[in-house]
């Protein structure tokens, strides 16, 4: 009787055997049989186990981003000047994200004494710029507005690879990290002076990615204004209108509008440098006549003379649609005040 129990059992369809499974030892899966079927039973985490160990995760990953006007000093500046290359150059994103911190406190509170690190820091800040971790590119961000504006001109030997990374992140990034790399550009155009700024920006007008040459673009427009009249002549007008009529026929409207803005402002300098009327020096009509008069080149003549035809064409319809507009604008306001007189 006990046999036949035994053989009708054991010629049952569904089985039900951990095969080779040591759970207890090892961290794999237990592969057991269900149906005939192989199935995965993985161990539950720890985690899983102990809701208490996620609060305790996500405590300790947590960044603060702290503005500049809120950081403070660091206690002891000589030992952090010792150890702050080995942080960013750390394996563990929290410590470099405390180092990028200690970079900027340095540069508000201690310029003159990071000033000889700054040929190894540019290069690391560079590398957290390119780290996957978004918490780490938004405190490298910081740290670029913060060196910018404590070190201006002394760091515009190391900016290529600096100024080539942030104008990627500020166009293609999570927003955080795009409005932390476009306040790094805006503190650069504030601080670094255009002189020296535009002959590293007018390669990137040229970038194959259009987005990278829309935030140049701008770059450029904020950073021409602050030549001056004298400065715009100094530096070449016609390079600046060369760069800036390029950008007319560009793909994304950011830079067609920061081109625009630039020409304006040229040929605002450009009529002001060589007026159509010309000023009366003679002092009697038999030296009028004695003195050859000389033809002011235009503005349209000399963008016709430095630009191609159909880069001229474009620049010119830009500048003198605007400049209608604005007679318009005055003819118009003029009759309003006329009739209201009336």
């Known amino acids: ?29 237990c592969v057991g049989k269900t149906n005939g079927k192989s199935e995965d039973k993985p ?4 985690l899983a186990l102990d809701p208490s160990l996620v609060e305790t995760e996500k405590a300790t990953v947590e960044v603060e981003y702290i503005e500049s006007e809120n950081l403070n000093n660091v206690d002891d500046a000589d030992s952090v000047l010792k150890s702050v290359l080995a942080g960013l150059d750390s394996k563990d994103w929290v410590s470099v994200c405390d180092a990028l911190n200690n970079v900027r406190r340095l540069s508000i509170f201690h310029k003159e004494a990071m000033l000889h690190l700054l040929e190894k820091v540019i290069p690391l800040v560079v590398k957290s710029l390119k780290n996957p971790r978004s918490a780490v590119c938004k405190t490298a961000c910081m740290t670029s507005a913060d060196i910018f504006s404590a070190y201006n001109d002394h760091i515009t030997d190391l900016l290529d690879s600096l100024l080539t990374q942030l104008l990627l992140k500020s166009s293609q990034d999570k927003r955080f990290v ?5 306040k790094a550009l805006i503190s650069m155009t504030t601080y670094v002076s255009p002189t020296l700024l ?10 194959r990615n259009p987005r990278i040459r829309a935030k140049a673009s701008l770059c450029f427009s904020r950073s021409v204004p602050r030549l001056g009249v004298e400065g715009i002549k100094e530096y070449g007008i016609d ?11 560009d793909q994304l409207p950011e830079s067609r509008e920061a081109a625009r803005t630039v020409l304006l402002e040229l040929q605002t300098v450009y009529e002001k440098a060589h007026p159509l009327i010309k000023p009366e020096t003679a002092s009697s009509p038999e030296e009028e006549q004695q ?12 963008c016709q003379s430095k630009l191609s035809a159909l880069s001229a064409q474009a620049v010119l319809r830009v500048t003198n649609v605007v400049a209608v507009t604005a007679r318009e604008g005055l003819v118009t306001a ?3 005040s006329s009739s209201s007189q009336l």
């Open 198 to 207: 535009l002959p590293k920006l007018q390669p990137c007008l040229k970038n």
């Open 1 to 29: 009787m006990a046999t036949n129990t035994l053989q009708d059992l054991s010629s049952l369809p569904v089985t039900d055997k951990m095969s080779e499974c040591k759970a207890s030892l090892t961290n794999k899966p």
């Open 178 to 182: 795009c409005e932390a790399a476009d």
């Open 291 to 302: 003195t050859p008069e000389v033809e002011p080149i235009t503005w349209e003549i000399f």
């Open 239 to 249: 390079k600046l209108v060369q760069a800036a009529a390029s950008q007319l026929s």
């Open 334 to 336: 003029t009759g309003l």
């Open 43 to 46: 161990l539950p985490s720890a």
